[in-house]
Each structure stands twice: as structure tokens, then as C-alpha cells.
């Protein structure tokens, strides 16, 4: 096994995905048949109750650093030093509302990396330096919830104003309709909550997508990048706070 190179990329079949607590037990079996093991994430009590087993809003990883609120850095330790990673607790506490709420949902891609910036976790801004990434500061906090990325330039989404700095970046950008995807106490959650890529060309949802008003779009988007779906439950895609690589077999 090996870290991942490219966070949310891998380039070889993911070994292991952190997974919310909340959905652990409905995913676990699933990911298991795609001989991938999940690893739980801790429930984040000092968020939203309703989005607080989302591993995308309480911890960022990048090759073998695991930034994370610092409420659970010692839960996560428990659960993923064994593997060889370093655990870096943030430099402020995680509050429970909006933007304070948003530190560790970044998405790096290709040569960016995109956020909020001025409520990215410092820390995370300090290491993406040594990374030669461009910064991209976005409108949308919720960055990772709100994309879901296919490969160094190809991305889903239904941000407009993401999808237009994307597409002037030179990204191959899917622009889809908000909506369609569940989150118990939202009205709808996000594409990119809803899954994970699981290998250079393969990527899994939490359940299907055959409701959404742009199906065949995507199902078109994800043939032309070659990268073929796997739906983990049979039941109406939800969002899970991401599905998260963090290794892949060598």
C-alpha cells in the first residue's frame, strides 16, 4: 500500500476510504466487495449534528498528512497512525456554523487548489506552499461537498461560479443541476458528498443516480474520461461528507 500522490486522485485501485460513522455500517459491506477497506471516521460533535460523521468537513488529507479539528485528532490518531500517518491537529477550533465550519473542506486538483481561502485552516495553506499549487479562492466554502473530481482537469459540479473559474482554468467541467442528491435535514446535498474516486478509472457513489434530471449527462462525462461508476447501495444517492482515498495497492 501506498499514500496517495494526488489527494481524492488515485492513479493505482484505493486500498483504503474514510467514511463517515453515520454511514459506515450501510457502506462497509459494499467497499468490501471492491476489496477496498473503510476506515470510520469519529462522529464531530462540535459541528451540525446532521452533517457531523462527514469526514470532508473535519479533516484533510494529503499524501501521508492527515489535517484535522483538533477535537478529534485523537480518535483519528487511533485509527490511522498504524498506517503511517502524521496527524496535524488545525490551528483553530472547528465552530459549529458557516464559514467557521469550512477549514478542511479544500480540493486540490491537477495544479490547484481551491477554497475559501481566508478560512482555510493555516496550516493546510502552509503545506499546500510546498506543493506548487496554485491557490484559487472560490465563493463556495463547501468546496470538496460541491465538486466531484474525475481526473487533473475534469470535474462535476452544480456551482456555477466554481464550474466558470474551472472552465477558464482549462478544466473539462460537467455542469449539472442542483438538487437530486439527499441529505436528511437539507434540502439536497452535493455531488462531490456523494462519492469518491476509487482508482485512476473508477469511481463509486453512495447509491445511484438513475433520478437525477442529468443522468445521461453524466453517465456521458464519465465515459468520455473513461472512468466507470460503481453504486455502493441500490438506493437514491446521498450525500456522506465524501468518500474519501487515502491508499491504494502498489
Given at each position: 500500500?501506498?499514500?496517495?500522490?494526488?489527494?481524492?486522485?488515485?492513479?493505482?485501485?484505493?486500498?483504503?476510504?474514510?467514511?463517515?460513522?453515520?454511514?459506515?455500517?450501510?457502506?462497509?459491506?459494499?467497499?468490501?466487495?471492491?476489496?477496498?477497506?473503510?476506515?470510520?471516521?469519529?462522529?464531530?460533535?462540535?459541528t451540525d449534528a446532521r452533517v457531523s460523521s462527514h469526514p470532508?468537513?473535519?479533516?484533510?488529507?494529503?499524501?501521508?498528512?492527515?489535517?484535522?479539528?483538533?477535537?478529534?485528532?485523537?480518535?483519528?490518531?487511533?485509527?490511522?497512525?498504524?498506517?503511517?500517518?502524521?496527524?496535524?491537529?488545525?490551528?483553530?477550533?472547528?465552530?459549529?456554523?458557516?464559514?467557521?465550519?469550512?477549514?478542511?473542506?479544500?480540493?486540490?486538483?491537477?495544479?490547484?487548489?481551491?477554497?475559501?481561502?481566508?478560512?482555510?485552516?493555516?496550516?493546510?495553506?502552509?503545506?499546500?506552499?510546498?506543493?506548487?499549487?496554485?491557490?484559487?479562492?472560490?465563493?463556495?466554502?463547501?468546496?470538496?461537498?460541491?465538486?466531484?473530481?474525475?481526473?487533473?482537469k475534469a470535474l462535476i459540479t452544480a456551482d456555477q461560479k466554481?464550474?466558470?473559474?474551472?472552465?477558464?482554468?482549462?478544466?473539462?467541467?460537467?455542469?449539472?443541476?442542483?438538487?437530486?442528491?439527499?441529505?436528511?435535514?437539507?434540502?439536497?446535498?452535493?455531488?462531490?458528498?456523494?462519492?469518491?474516486?476509487?482508482?485512476?478509472?473508477?469511481?463509486?457513489?453512495?447509491?445511484?443516480?438513475?433520478h437525477h434530471t442529468d443522468y445521461e449527462k453524466i453517465m456521458?462525462?464519465?465515459?468520455?474520461?473513461?472512468?466507470?461508476?460503481?453504486?455502493?447501495?441500490?438506493?437514491?444517492?446521498?450525500?456522506?461528507?465524501?468518500?474519501?482515498?487515502?491508499?491504494?495497492?502498489?
Amino acid at each position: 500500500m501506498k499514500f496517495l500522490e494526488n489527494p481524492f486522485l488515485p492513479k493505482r485501485d484505493v486500498s483504503h476510504v474514510v467514511v463517515g460513522a453515520q454511514y459506515f455500517h450501510i457502506l462497509r459491506d459494499p467497499l468490501h466487495d471492491l476489496k477496498i477497506t473503510p476506515i470510520k471516521s469519529p462522529v464531530f460533535k462540535q459541528t451540525d449534528a446532521r452533517v457531523s460523521s462527514h469526514p470532508d468537513m473535519m479533516m484533510f488529507v494529503c499524501k501521508n498528512k492527515v489535517f484535522c479539528a483538533p477535537e478529534i485528532k485523537k480518535e483519528l490518531h487511533t485509527s490511522l497512525s498504524s498506517y503511517g500517518f502524521e496527524l496535524l491537529a488545525g490551528e483553530k477550533e472547528t465552530a459549529i456554523n458557516y464559514p467557521e465550519n469550512i477549514r478542511f473542506n479544500c480540493l486540490p486538483i491537477g495544479s490547484f487548489f481551491f477554497h475559501k481561502l481566508n478560512h482555510t485552516d493555516p496550516k493546510i495553506l502552509y503545506d499546500v506552499k510546498f506543493l506548487s499549487l496554485q491557490l484559487i479562492d472560490v465563493a463556495q466554502g463547501y468546496t470538496k461537498c460541491s465538486v466531484a473530481p474525475i481526473a487533473d482537469k475534469a470535474l462535476i459540479t452544480a456551482d456555477q461560479k466554481i464550474a466558470g473559474i474551472c472552465e477558464k482554468l482549462g478544466f473539462d467541467v460537467l455542469l449539472i443541476r442542483e438538487g437530486f442528491i439527499d441529505l436528511e435535514g437539507y434540502p439536497y446535498g452535493f455531488i462531490g458528498g456523494c462519492c469518491g474516486m476509487i482508482g485512476q478509472n473508477k469511481i463509486c457513489f453512495s447509491g445511484r443516480l438513475d433520478h437525477h434530471t442529468d443522468y445521461e449527462k453524466i453517465m456521458l462525462f464519465l465515459d468520455k474520461h473513461k472512468v466507470k461508476p460503481y453504486w455502493l447501495t441500490q438506493q437514491k444517492a446521498f450525500d456522506v461528507g465524501s468518500i474519501i482515498p487515502i491508499l491504494e495497492y502498489d
